[in-house]
Nanobody, 113 residues
Framework: QMQLVESGGGLVQAGGSLRLSCAVS????????MDWYRQAPGKQRELVATITTGGRTNYADSVKGRFTISRDNAKNSMYLQMNSLKPEDTAVYYC???????WGQGTQVTVSS
């Protein structure tokens, strides 16, 4: 059974950086396209970034130029490097597998002004 575990969240000041990780087990990670989503209080969950099996990436307009999604198939892991963080980036961040639609448990990111 596929499992996804996020880590790396925390409290950071505006303008700071965080790197989120998503560790995947129970599957051949390299065949899965993966996503990062986030959900802020009182708001719907939104797609932040996507990475295909071939490494192509796509981003929400709100994070373009600030966030970078990447993957390391040898480590069965996906990452989200978040720079120039803003208070509006505060949310629970989730990784999701596009093949099985499995979700991780989420990691909280809080950006103070």
């Amino acid at each position: 059974q596929m499992q996804l575990v996020e880590s790396g969240g925390g409290l950071v000041q505006a303008g700071g950086s965080l790197r989120l990780s998503c560790a995947v087990s129970g599957t051949i990670f390299s065949i899965h396209a993966m996503d990062w989503y986030r959900q802020a209080p009182g708001k719907q969950r939104e797609l932040v970034a996507t990475i295909t099996t071939g490494g192509r990436t796509n981003y929400a307009d709100s994070v373009k130029g600030r966030f970078t999604i990447s993957r390391d198939n040898a480590k069965n892991s996906m990452y989200l490097q978040m720079n120039s963080l803003k208070p509006e980036d505060t949310a629970v961040y989730y990784c999701r597998d596009e093949l099985t639609l499995s979700w991780g448990q989420g990691t909280q990111v809080t950006v103070s002004s």
